[in-house]
Nanobody, 124 residues
């Protein structure tokens, strides 16, 4: 049984930092691509960043480049998203997804496994 569990969300003021974590079980973590997605109220889900099994990294949003860093620890079956210099427009539910394509471009339709989401709220 596959499980994807996010943690690390919360409420911060603009300019603050958070680190999201995502632990995956039931899959060979080192063999799969992993992605972070987010969905803000009233908006469609969008890709934030993706890291391939090989370690190649993609940032889907220009707005997060230089502020967010995706990484993975294959020994711990864990995906991370370090978010610095947070802005109110980063407020969203953040989802971790497993085993999809980093060329997804579709808001995650190629990813079959999803976590429950973790809320990130950034106040001005």
């Amino acid at each position: 049984q596959v499980q994807v569990v996010e943690s690390g969300g919360g409420s911060v003021q603009a300019g603050g930092s958070l680190r999201l974590s995502c632990i995956v079980s039931g899959l060979t973590f080192g063999d799969i691509n992993m992605g972070w997605f987010r969905q803000a109220p009233g908006k469609e889900r969008e890709g934030v960043s993706c890291i391939k099994w090989s370690g190649s990294i993609f940032y889907d949003l220009d707005s997060v480049k230089g502020r967010f860093t995706i990484s993975r620890d294959n020994a711990k079956n864990t995906l991370y998203l370090q978010m610095n210099s947070l802005k109110p427009e980063d407020t969203a539910i953040y989802y971790c997804a497993a085993a999809g394509s980093c060329a997804d471009g579709s808001g995650g339709r190629t990813f079959p496994y999803w976590g429950q989401g973790t809320q990130v709220t950034v106040s001005s």
